[in-house]
Structure formats: C-alpha cells, structure tokens
C-alpha cells in the first residue's frame, strides 16, 4: 500500500513536468494569442482604469467643441463583429466601431444611461470600492427603467474603454469556495488556503485586490458539486496530492472563472475538470474552457483553454464498475442536448469527448459524482481521483 | 463626524449592555427550554452517538432473543406526536413512541433500509467522516430506489437514537458564509475569520469538528444576500462595529442554521437579520427565529429565538427616504402570501413585526436591500445599518 502511494505521488511530479514540457513545445496552451483582426482588451488596476476614462470625457469634450456634435465610439459587440478565433477556439470581438451620437430621440436615452454609468464607474473607481451590476440599477431607477438597460449599459461602458467589466469594480456577487495549497494577499491580508479547515475561502469577487502570492501545488482541480468538495475537504486531499481546489456551485460566474485563469496562468499548472457525466455538465466544462457566448469580448481573460475533462467520464463506469442501479437514464431533453453538443465545433475537433458524447447516447445514461459512493464514501479520494490523475485517463 | 462615530460606537455598547441585562430579567431569551411533554434530544460528538447505536443494536437483538420478534422503537414523527410549544414558540416532538416489527412485508422493506442506514452511520462514525443525504441514497440504490426513502430512513435513525441529524454525520452540503470578529478551530486548524480580505470561511457542514475560540463581537449580523455581504466585507464593517457576518444565499440550511444558533448561544450577542422587505424575506427571518416544520424535532439546535429583524422594514423605505421608483410593486402572490403571514400565531404575537407587514399590504410595495443604493453605495455601511443598530430600530 505505502509503495503504491509513493509510486502515485512520483506519477504527479511526472504528470507536472511533461504538462510543463508540453507548453514549452507549443501542444499545450499556456494562454491565448489573438488573431490581428480582433480587438485587444486589457485587465486594467483601478488607476489604468480612471486614466483611460478621463482620456475618453476629454476625447468626447473635444469633440462637442470642435463640430458641435457629442459622440462617443465603441467597438459593435453585434453579431457581425463576433469571430469565431478557430486557432484558440474562442468567440472574440472584431475591430468594427459603432458611433453614438446625440441627435435622435433613442439616442438621447441610451448615451444618457452611458452617461450615467460612467459617473459611476468613476465614483467606484475614485472611491476604490466595488459594487454589484444590480446596485447600479437602482443608483437610478428612473433613468433605467429595466435593469437589462443598466446591465447594457455597463458592457458598453468596458467594452469603450477596452477592459474587461471587473476593470470598471462592478462585479459578480460572490459565489464559490477556493481550498488547498496557495496563499493570497486580499489588501492586508495574507490568505493561506491551506489552513481553512474543512470549510474554505469564499471567493471574492474583487479580484483587482487580490495577488497570487505562492504555490506549491501540481495542478487545480474544478469540481462541480459542493459535495464532492466536501468530501476532498473532509480528506484534506491537498496534503497528499498536492492541488487547488476549486468550486463555484454549478456553472462559474466572471469571478471564479477569472480567478481559475490567473491560478492556471500565474503558477502554470495543469487544470482538471470533475463535473457529473450528463449535458449540464458538459456544458459547465464547456464554459471553463472556451467562455460563455454572452461575455465573449472578455474571454481572453475568462476561458482556461488549457482545461482537462478528468471525469466524470461515460467511459469510466465500465472502468470503475459502477453498478447499473445509480446509472440514471437520459431524459428526452438530455439526448436533445447531447445531440446538439456533437454539432458543436469545438466538441467534434476533441475525438475523445466526442466518443464519450457517443457512448453515453449509444448507452442512454447519466450519472452524477455522486453514483462513485456505491462504492464506498472514500473511493472518490482515495481510489478515483489518484488512478485517473496519476494514469493521465483525461479528456482535452 | 468624529463625535457622531464616538457616539455611535458608544451606544453600540450600551446595546450589547442592555441585551445582557435583559437576558439576566428572563426579557431576552438566551436559550430554549423544552417543555416536559416533549422528546429531548441531545446534539452528541462522536463517541456518545456511537455508544448510542450500540446501545440500541444491543437492544434490538435482546429482543429478538427474548421474544422471537425483532422490533425497532423510536419516536414518532406524525402530525399528532407534534407539540406547538407556545412558550418558545418552537414545534417539537411529543413522546409518543412506535414500534417497527419485521413482520409485515411493507415494514420488511421499511426496516431492512433502517437497518442499513444504521450500518452506513456507523461506518462514518468509526472512521470519522462525513456524508450527504445523496451519497447515503447512492450507498445502495436498489434498496432505497428514490432518495426521498432513504432520506425518511436518516431521519429515522436519527430520532431513534434521539440526537441531530448532524450527530449522525449526514450533513448537507456546503452553503454559506461567515466573516468577523471571530477565531475557531477546525481539527488542526485555526482560522481567524477576521483575516480572510473581502472573501469569507465558507462554513463547513461538519460542525461536529468546530470548536469557537473567542470573538470581541457586539453583535451577529445575518445577511440575505450576497451582494450585500460583499458590501459589509469591503468596507471591513467589523473593524468599526465589532460584529460577526453571516451569510446563507437565501434560506439558511441546517449547517448555517446550526452554526449561527451556536454563535448566539456559546457568546451569548444578539443577533440581527437584515433581508429583504418581501414575504420571501420575512420567510427566511422566521426559519432563523424557529425553524422549519419539517425539522421540527430538531428546532432547538436549528432555532435562534432571539434573533430580532434589523431591516429592510417597510417603514424603513419613508423614514430613509428610499424612492417611490426603487419601490416594487407586490405581485398577486406576495399579497397573498403576506396575508397568510398575518395569520400566523408567531407574527401576530408580535405587534410591531404585523404591523410592518399591514404596512407593506396597505402601500401594496416590497423593496430589496439592495434599493438603499439609491442613496449611494455606502448609505447600508455608513448610514442605514449604524442609525438602526444604534438608535435599537429593530422589531423582535
């Protein structure tokens, strides 16, 4: 058993090092390149951020004064001006410019709400606090009617000073739970995750205050379910394997997947996907990888291209022995949705997902995270896991 | 201003003061105490809920010696054996007790998962982790067939040996989280909750495993939601007002439930909820007071009695000026469920906290926490929060 174990910790470090020769010759992505005809966004600090803003109410400012016609500019984020980046399988926003002036009645509407938004983002800015894209709304209620405009609004307002919306302090409500061998700085405070008990650190959204301050871990681990975490908190499974934990309750907000890319970018580490082996699941893997439709003008600094699918695989219950009685059988929805993800790119050019898409179609079942306790509550941590990271047995 | 904040944190003082006092008059109640006709259940560590199951085992099978006829007594969890405790306001379980005999084959199938729900408890007690209510139901799926049996059998098994579900170590998954002027200890782990930036402890399930070291707290503030909870954790709002945050994204669950009643309870401070001026918030602020009906047996370790509500109140939204255009409309559905809330015996009894509610149905209006933004972002942290808690504008 000792032997065994040792043998496995050796097979991390090998892991570890030929993921890290792998980037060095170019077959794994270690961040994303972009093509010459997409717009470049960057993630600025708070006052990158307020320069670039009074460089644009000075631009605007000029402009009144020399014809006489307001106007702001910003990149088009309409349907014409997202390209599809093949190389790096990304949604991206092209150079197209859209120009809004003063002088028709919606107009007047909209650049007002823009107008507003940029107040805010400057007292958020100046005042160096953060705050939620709902309590942007109600600073006027009156003017913004619906909070979709305001939301509008606030995506216009990065997207015309090309940065990413965590730039301008309005942020995603907390949502998820960080755990394992990594210590932070938020402000003052040093953060050692590794110290948190069997409890975490609740991810804060207010990214731009936070460093990456070390590591010594091999690799993150993204976990779908609160319960798997659980159990590899219970486990203290970083002790062993040495690893971040990850999770965010489901799909991962803006917060949790720009802090998953910094993990994955500043320390270099592989990064691996545990999600249960069903459609939803496909598509939480699918967000971590490549970004959501909506946000795509921020993907560079959203999408982890580099992520594993390690499990669950439909693959893995034969392997496993997981008994027929937790397979559950797929829905008509599910086999819809399954069938939908084949026609996808970016599922088709992976063979290996694509085949395990196939198989769970051909078997017409699902299985959640979970099913793995038939075969005892420590199997996950102390058989699963260790067999699949230690055999390389990963999808991507 | 200076003056204003001394002024402030002074009363602050006097609140916690007054608070002890009253407990001390019997006005404030510090804890619950059970009438006699009621079942009392214990919360056990581990060692005493195994000692109990070996009791109970030995039991059993004396009985089946003796008699021939193999039966399981515990108490019983109908609508009859379910005592309103007026006193405390709590439902609790009567002392009517049933017998499970082996000899039908309904109860064959009932008692045979009994049995193996005794057998999984007592492999997480012997070594000493953790499961969910889904990965028990995974244990042994062709027994359990739905989940919703093998829940009923842990609940079973749990009264039967007469303690928390906690104590059995079926706990539910990770959700929510605390922050402040607070040290505890997770086994080997000691976790300062006032130096985790403006992220949080994600409160872990296993409370069995946490002990409360020692707060300089005044108060607890139980939050709503999570936007708001980042509001508070970016100002540091403990660092002024000595307090200890409390999140659970909605209704809390029996974790956080558990973990805020053994905050009030072992630090003897009162405890505030702020939520949002909707029946759906008043919801959440009654689970917290008494719990839920479903877990009645349980109410003493799950109810925080002296909780009292801070806000949002809707006398709030004139005496702070909150906006008419920030004012929600009620739907058909709220004024129903508001209506239902006034025919509570627990509302009514408290004549302020009804007559907020008849305020609500007479302006037809329900607002959120976050409506206060109107204001501007830091109106809850600077203004609205310290007025309440200093002037003592709370009902409860």
Redesign the interface.
Known sequence: MAKKQISKEFNLQAMRKLFLEYIERGKVKSDIILPPDTVKIDNLNRKETLHRLYKLVDDVLEKIYKSGRPSIELPSRSGTNIIWDEENDLLLLGTQIVEKQFHTLTSVADITRLMRVLEVVN??LN?D????K??VF?????LFLEQKNSDKSIEDVASMLYTTRNSTHV?A???G?CVGRLR????S???DLE????????????LD??DIIESDAEFILVIE???A???L???RFWRKYPCILLTA?GVGNVAVRMFLKRLSKELTLPVFALVDADPYGMYIYSVYLRGSKRLSYESPFLATPNIKLLGLLTRDLDKYKI?Q??RIPMTAQDIKRSKELLQEGYVLKNKEWADDIRLSLKLKIKA?I?????H???FLTDEYLPEKLTTGDWIG
Chains 1, 2 share one sequence.
């Not at 606090?129 to 939620?132: E, G, L, M």
């Not at 110290?195 to 207010?206: A, D, E």
């Open positions: 007292e958020l005042e606090i953060h705050a939620t709902r309590e109600y600073t006027d209620v009156n942020v409500a907390p949502k739970t932070i700085r938020d402000k405070d040093i953060i110290g948190l008990g069997s409890g975490g650190w609740t991810i804060s959204p207010m205050n936070i379910k609160d319960a975490m659980m159990r908190a219970e486990a309750q008994p009685e937790v959640e979970q099913s793995l306790s038939a005892g509550f420590q």
